[in-house]
């Protein structure tokens, strides 16, 4: 028995590959959920492929979707990768901790007391650092 042509198609032809960037906090075991994809849903089908990235870099999974309806779908991890141990932790100036928060924040600010962020978006570390500088200046 061989192949018939009509099951040999292109994959882009048959299912959608679709990128996430999970929020900061977020974990895999949430996205298991399938009303986590409700605002999402009605693009999805079976087999399409969701690549996940955490918004601070920390893991990295691969799901395929089983089932999909208008409010809801159902997916499974394919594959998944812790990252944590690869990124820095951050450092600590003047009671404030600078870090790379992912693509989406970019460098922040955290107030290190209570762990709130009180700057994102910094293009840079040097560019975090300054406002940080600046913003102890005018609370100084």
Same mark, same amino acid.
């Given at each position: 028995?061989?192949?018939?042509?009509?099951?040999?198609?292109?994959?882009?032809?048959?299912?959608?590959?679709?990128?996430?960037?999970?929020?900061?906090?977020?974990?895999?075991?949430?996205?298991?959920?399938?009303?986590?994809?409700?605002? +999402?849903?009605?693009?999805?089908?079976?087999?399409?492929?969701?690549?996940?990235?955490?918004?601070?870099?920390?893991?990295?999974?691969?799901?395929? +979707?089983?089932?999909?309806?208008?409010?809801?779908?159902?997916?499974?991890?394919?594959?998944?990768?812790?990252?944590?141990?690869?990124?820095?932790?951050?450092?600590?100036?003047?009671?404030?901790?600078?870090?790379?928060?992912?693509?989406?924040?970019?460098?922040?600010?955290?107030?290190?007391?209570?762990?709130?962020?009180?700057?994102?978006?910094?293009?840079?570390?040097?560019?975090?650092?300054?406002?940080?500088?600046?913003?102890?200046?005018?609370?100084?």
């Amino acid at each position: 028995m061989s192949l018939n042509q009509s099951r040999f198609k292109s994959a882009e032809y048959v299912r959608s590959v679709w990128a996430v960037t999970a929020e900061e906090g977020m974990r895999i075991e949430d996205m298991l959920k399938p009303e986590y994809w409700a605002h +999402v849903a009605f693009s999805l089908k079976p087999w399409d492929k969701i690549e996940v990235r955490a918004e601070d870099g920390a893991f990295y999974a691969e799901l395929v +979707v089983m089932q999909a309806s208008r409010s809801w779908a159902k997916v499974r991890i394919l594959h998944q990768v812790e990252l944590n141990e690869a990124l820095p932790e951050g450092f600590d100036v003047d009671g404030h901790i600078i870090k790379w928060s992912g693509p989406h924040a970019k460098w922040r600010v955290i107030r290190a007391a209570d762990k709130s962020v009180i700057h994102e978006g910094a293009s840079s570390e040097a560019e975090a650092k300054k406002w940080l500088d600046d913003h102890l200046r005018v609370v100084a």
